[in-house]
């Protein structure tokens, strides 16, 4: 049994049969040319992970989940990823882990729109940040359910999911959900940001 950074777990059968090959490479992200107003617009969402082949602790999916938000260019100044009731010995991979998710995405800003627009552009967003090989095909669970629940919060296009997600098999080509994101450079931007009062996880 092994752990990854987020307290990933996979289980030994599928570890001990399949060889693990991973490097480190720059995430696939290259900003393009369509450059367009957009407005930011909050979102939320109530995420429940069911997996087979890996399966996360509760804090462990929160900042898997968190990771993956920045990088498809959720606001990260009022970013909030709080984990649900968690069953059991939290420092232990959960069944049915989940996460609340409260954040404000990009939309394209409408004709005449009289709300203050930042610039936004479209870019390219290749998940998992910085892992390949076997590591990224555990996430291919992980990713079905980001494509089919998550992303559709986020203006998007070319969405694609690259995997085969077998339970209890791990593929050696790995796993990977690209799409073209709208996004903005949130450091140049940091002051179209109203400012947010401070809020207590939900109970």
Request: charged share 25%; proline share 9%; glycine share 4%.
């Amino acid at each position: 049994m092994w752990k990854s950074a987020c307290r990933r777990v996979s289980t030994p059968a599928v570890m001990a049969a399949v060889a693990a090959v991973s490097w480190c490479a720059p995430a696939w992200v290259v900003a393009t040319e369509d450059d367009q107003p957009a407005v930011w617009t909050p979102k939320e969402l109530q995420f429940t992970y069911q997996g087979f082949t890996t399966r996360y602790t509760c804090d462990g999916l929160r900042d898997k989940v968190r990771s993956m938000l920045l990088d498809l260019g959720a606001r990260k100044d009022d970013l909030k990823v709080y984990e649900r009731a968690c069953a059991g010995d939290p420092s232990r991979p959960n069944p049915f882990p989940g996460v609340t998710i409260k954040m404000n995405v990009l939309q394209p800003a409408p004709p005449g729109a009289t709300t203050q627009t930042v610039p936004a552009h479209w870019e390219k967003v290749d998940l998992p940040k910085g892992e390949f090989g076997t590591d990224a095909a555990g996430e291919c669970e992980l990713l079905e359910q980001v494509k089919q629940k998550i992303l559709p919060l986020f203006t998007t296009r070319n969405a694609e999911l690259h995997a085969n997600c077998v339970p209890h098999q791990l593929e050696a080509t790995g796993a990977r959900l690209r799409a073209e994101v709208l996004k903005t450079d949130q450091k140049k931007n940091a002051a179209d940001k109203p400012t947010a009062a401070a809020e207590p996880p939900p109970r």
